[in-house]
């Protein structure tokens, strides 16, 4: 009996460290909530099966429960204040994915594990919120005593996450923590004449290669290409086309198929047999952006095409 108790001040922590790129044996610390109630409950776990019995009819048949109802509300709270750091981590993926990665599904994939992470804290935070009024007015708040099913729902989330970030690309932070702290963080680096040419270097390596047709093509590969940092790169879309490299690579994706569904060369294929050599990924990826940019669908962008 209670052999959940300490367990469920693991869900946290495992939450939190699902979603860092690197840990370490320090992260240990993390399970200290886990390892203080462990040893809180251990002289219950070694008594016999009749003090047990009594120490169990003195918390749920007297009523006498203010220890495990403080510990219940706390693994509550526990859960969503990781959660909380788990999402606060996701945002800086988020960012760094929509910057450096012309890879539109891994971006949504970061998105929905984004809202997921912020989904369960509010949940949990609003919960122990309750637990407190419950606690203070006297009202035996009989819902968080259901911890096992509570263990259950969160073990299915966590699948859920699991498999939401089944297949996620680590090369993007590695590479991007790798660089030189000077050529992160100096903005100055390069002045808007030469962010200018380096957007007139990226556009003809563009034009010429045809880069953008790699459905896994990211910033770092483009800038080896042109022999800047990535952080220059991105500072010069961002600032001569007020957009970031997966806006800019998408676009072009988006105007090589819109002239490819209009001269009719291939329509022996499938749309997304189409979109796929311009550099799409997925078949809803290429729904999705095409939309976006255009504000028609595929199918309905031809049509209007064609009857002007």
Not at 78 to 104: A, M, N, Q, T, W
Not at 231 to 246: C, D, E, V, Y
């Amino acid at each position: 009996m209670w052999i959940n108790g300490p367990l469920l001040f693991t869900i946290g922590p495992f939450f939190y460290l699902h979603v860092k790129r690197k840990v370490t044996w320090k992260e240990i610390i993390h399970f200290i909530p886990f390892i203080i109630v462990f040893i809180w409950i251990l002289p219950f776990y070694i008594k016999s099966p009749s003090e047990k019995l009594d120490i169990i009819k003195s918390i749920y048949v007297s009523g006498q429960r203010p220890e495990t109802e403080i510990m219940q509300y706390l693994y509550v709270f526990h859960i969503g204040i990781y959660c909380l750091l788990g999402y606060f981590i996701l945002k800086r993926k988020s960012v760094l994915f929509s910057s450096y990665d012309s890879d539109d599904t891994q971006h949504k994939l970061n998105k929905r594990s984004l809202n997921l992470y912020l989904l369960i804290s509010i949940i949990s935070l609003i919960s122990f919120l309750i637990c407190l009024i419950a606690h203070f007015y006297g009202v035996y708040y009989g819902l968080v005593d259901k911890f096992t099913i509570s263990l259950l729902v969160l073990l299915v989330l966590l699948l859920q996450v699991y498999f939401t970030f089944k297949g996620y690309d680590e090369k993007l932070e590695i590479e991007f923590d790798s660089l030189p702290k000077q050529k992160l963080n100096n903005n100055h680096v390069l002045k808007t004449e030469e962010f200018k040419n380096l957007m007139l270097d990226l556009n003809e390596l563009m034009e010429t290669k045809k880069l953008y047709r790699n459905p896994n093509l990211k910033i770092i590969s483009v800038a080896e290409e042109l022999n800047v940092s990535m952080h220059q790169l991105s500072a010069a879309i961002n600032q001569q086309n007020g957009n970031n490299f997966f806006d800019y690579i998408n676009k072009l994706r988006i105007e090589e198929l819109k002239t490819t569904l209009l001269d009719g060369s291939k329509k022996n294929l499938t749309l997304f047999a189409i979109a796929r050599e311009s550099g799409f990924k997925s078949n809803s990826s290429f729904y999705r952006v095409f939309k976006k940019y255009v504000g028609d669908t595929p199918k309905q962008f031809i049509k209007k095409n064609k009857t002007t």
